[in-house]
């Protein structure tokens, strides 16, 4: 549901997020080798999400991405309309344009209940708060 860009720039922030909780910036080949990503792609995507105003960054020998309290309390949700727009949230399973409560395509209501529970998950999901999962290795943002 989300693109590649979307899943590697929520990776990207969760790392950020974490490393932020313990007083560090994170720089872009870190960010990159840890949510496994390629460094351009993450460069880019942190620096669209920097215009944005979503992720902070500091430049020189100490400086790297991080995010301040505020940024901590982000929801996912903002990243996915930063990166991919809210269609995810209001458009049709099909694709349909003209799909609507009063014209629904095939599975216009079973899709509905579906989005709305993934947007109210995204939002509901802080980026601060992953960071004890991650830490204590419960939760991974790599595959091994």
Known sequence: MLSKTCEYGIRAMLFVAQQSSKGKKAGIRE????????????????????????????????????????GLNQSLADIVAAIDGDKIFSGCGLGLSNCSDQKPCPIHFQFKQIRDDLQTLLMDAKLGQFNFQLENQLAYLKRN
Do not use: H, R, Y
């Not at 351009?40 to 620096?47: E, G, R, S, V």
């Not at 960054?57 to 301040?68: E, I, Q």
């Open 31 to 70: 960010i990159a080798t840890n949510v496994e990503a390629p460094e351009p792609f993450i460069a880019k995507i942190l620096q669209n999400l920097g215009k944005k105003k979503l992720v902070q960054s500091a430049k020189g020998p100490n400086g790297g991405f991080f995010l301040d309290e505020q």
